[in-house]
Every structure is written in structure tokens, then in C-alpha cells.
Nanobody
């Protein structure tokens, strides 16, 4: 089984930065890929970034050039570095794992509409607030 714990959320002003962390607890031979999703009040959950087993990250168009997802396998931790934050980035951010990874779900599939349906395990979320 895989368990995820996020941290690093907070309140920043527009233009600021935050780094989210997702600590993964899993059996040694577990296969999965990790993604970050977010959900603002009254809006659908959307994929922000996903990383495959080779460390290649795919991003939603809304965050390209500003967010960077990475993974440190020695620490069993994934990160989401968020720069140049905008008020529209404010949301609850979730780390999620796909236990049946494929090139699609570990890539564009995660950040397309409905991508969250491919991810079975979710963290509790961490809140990001951006003031203008």
C-alpha cells in the first residue's frame, strides 16, 4: 500500500514562492507515479504536474514555466516548487499516486480533464493562499 503526506502550504503574496513536499510510504517494490492536483472552492480538481519514473515532468498549461515538480527517491519525497504565484493558484493542493502507471497517466493524462480518475491514493492536502 502507498501512503502520502503533503506539507509546505501557506500564505504568500502574489509573485511569491512556495515549495510543497509529498512524503511517500510504500513497499520497496511498489510501482506508481506521483502527481500534484489542486482544487479551489467551487471548482473541479485539476492536474497540475506529474512525474514519471525517469524523472520527466509534465505540467498543466496554466503553470508551465512557473512550477517545477521533482522527486528525490533517496528521501521518498516529491516536491512542487511554485514560483511567481498568482491569486488564481490559490487552492488545496493534493499529492496523488497512480498504482497502475502508464505513459499516459504519468504524462499528459494526469493534467488533462478527468486525470484525477487514474489516481487511487491521495494525501490529505495542503492549503495554498495567494493574496494580491
Amino acid at each position: 500500500q502507498v501512503q502520502l503526506v503533503e506539507s509546505g502550504g501557506g500564505s504568500v503574496q502574489s509573485g511569491g514562492s512556495l515549495r510543497l513536499s509529498c512524503v511517500v510510504s510504500a513497499y520497496a517494490n511498489s510501482r506508481y507515479c506521483l502527481a500534484w492536483f489542486r482544487q479551489a472552492p467551487g471548482k473541479k480538481r485539476e492536474g497540475v504536474a506529474v512525474i514519471d519514473s525517469d524523472g520527466r515532468a509534465t505540467y498543466a498549461d496554466s503553470v508551465k514555466g512557473r512550477f517545477t515538480m521533482s522527486q528525490d527517491n533517496t528521501k521518498n519525497t516529491a516536491y512542487l516548487q511554485m514560483n511567481t504565484l498568482k491569486p488564481e493558484d490559490a487552492a488545496m493542493y493534493y499529492c496523488a499516486a497512480d498504482l497502475s502507471p502508464s505513459p499516459w497517466t504519468c504524462g499528459l493524462g494526469a493534467v488533462h480533464r478527468g486525470g484525477e480518475l487514474h489516481f487511487e491514493v491521495w494525501g490529505q492536502g495542503t492549503q495554498v493562499t495567494v493574496s494580491s
